[in-house]
């Protein structure tokens, strides 16, 4: 049964970093790409970032790059998101997606399986 499990969020303060995993089963990295998706209260859902898990190319929002790194460990089978220096703009439900294909999309119906969702708060 093919299943992405995120983890790894929680309660930071301005300026903190957190690091995000998103586990994968049923499937194999190396093939796909996996999207990282955002979505705070009241506010439309945000692709984050992406990274193509066949050769590690990656993209950005503009409003998360130069602090958010995405990276794979194809052996763990795991795409980990590491933010440093967080705002609360940065508050929201984070999911990890996979997409059809091994390239990459920030729209969210580009993508055909998705996990539940770990929760990252900024706030002093």
């Known amino acids: 049964q093919l299943q992405l499990v995120e983890s790894g969020g929680g309660l930071v303060q301005p300026g903190g970093s957190l690091r995000l995993s998103c586990k994968a089963s049923?499937?194999?990295?190396?093939?796909?790409?996996i999207g990282w998706f955002r979505q705070a209260p009241g506010k439309e859902r945000e692709g984050v970032s992406c990274?193509?898990?066949?050769?590690?190319?990656?993209e950005y929002a503009d409003s998360v790059r130069g602090r958010f790194t995405i990276s794979k460990d194809n052996a763990k089978n795991t795409v980990f998101l590491e933010m440093n220096s967080l705002k609360p703009e940065d508050t929201g439900m984070y999911y990890c997606?996979?997409?059809?294909?091994?390239?990459?999309?920030?729209?969210?119906?580009?993508?055909?399986?998705w996990g539940q969702g770990t929760q990252v708060t900024v706030s002093s």
């Open positions: 990274i193509r898990t066949m050769n590690g190319i990656s």
């Open positions: 049923g499937f194999t990295l190396g093939y796909y790409a």
């Open positions: 997606a996979k997409r059809r294909t091994y390239s990459c999309s920030n729209t969210w119906d580009d993508y055909d399986n």
